[in-house]
């Protein structure tokens, strides 16, 4: 038996629990791109990151590797892996400036993103949360707000698809409401505008839409 896979079968139930744990290989001290090698070079949102079986049986005699996911997750479309891992180390400390100065385009979660911030893990500027995370489906995701960091230029509907597939599903439900263009600006919809930026923009017009 390996040692890595010793550690684990003495520790017991607290590691025989969770069928993967990022926060007990975390915590072991192993690298994201020594499991995810294929971030390096990935260029399309649809590309299978996922650790192959050789790679988990470097630690692991009968690992069993991740199912592979039927369809990219929805509705991004478009994203690299590649290009924004040679920004890597700059992309904790400018999330963490933006809402240090008040320009984070989610203020309900701006405090819980900044407590997370900046961390010696640089995959997990983006990926947070994964250093507590005992379940595979964990979607440690980054925010839309986080994108918009850099991604400032809002030129709606047309900038919507240089990132998300072209769906519905996008608006978000209030936009759902029934007569919802007559109403969303008569004040009875209770729209809070500070969560309109996160669409549409921090200095958004009615002639943006209209």
């Not at 069993?64 to 369809?71: D, N, Q, Y």
């Not at 979660?109 to 964990?138: F, K």
């Not at 995701?141 to 998300?164: F, G, K, N, Y």
């Not at 608006?171 to 600006?185: E, G, K, R, T």
């Amino acid at each position: 038996m390996k040692p890595a896979v010793l550690l684990l079968t003495a520790c017991g139930a607290a590691f025989a629990a969770p069928a993967f744990s990022h926060r007990i290989h975390l915590e072991m001290g192993l690298a994201c791109n020594g499991c995810h090698p294929a971030a390096a070079v990935s260029t399309r949102v649809d590309d299978d990151l996922l650790p192959s079986p050789e790679v988990c049986r470097e630690c692991h005699d009968d690992a069993v590797a991740p199912r592979r996911p039927s369809a990219p997750p929805a509705p991004v479309s478009k994203f690299s892996h590649a290009l924004h891992l040679k920004m890597a180390t700059i992309l904790a400390p400018l999330i963490a400036k933006t809402i240090d100065i008040g320009n984070y385009l989610d203020p309900a979660a701006a405090a819980g993103v900044r407590a997370q911030l900046p961390g010696s893990n640089a995959c997990e500027a983006c990926h947070r949360g994964l250093e507590q995370s005992d379940q595979v489906t964990t979607a440690a995701l980054p925010r839309m707000a986080d994108c918009l960091v850099c991604h400032t230029q809002i030129d709606l509907p047309w900038s919507c698809e240089d990132c998300h597939a072209k769906s519905p599903a996008l608006a978000p439900a209030s936009h759902q409401v029934q007569h919802f263009m007559d109403l969303h600006s008569s004040g009875k919809l209770k729209l809070d505008r500070t969560t309109c930026a996160l669409c549409h923009g921090r200095e958004f017009t009615c002639m943006g839409c209209h």
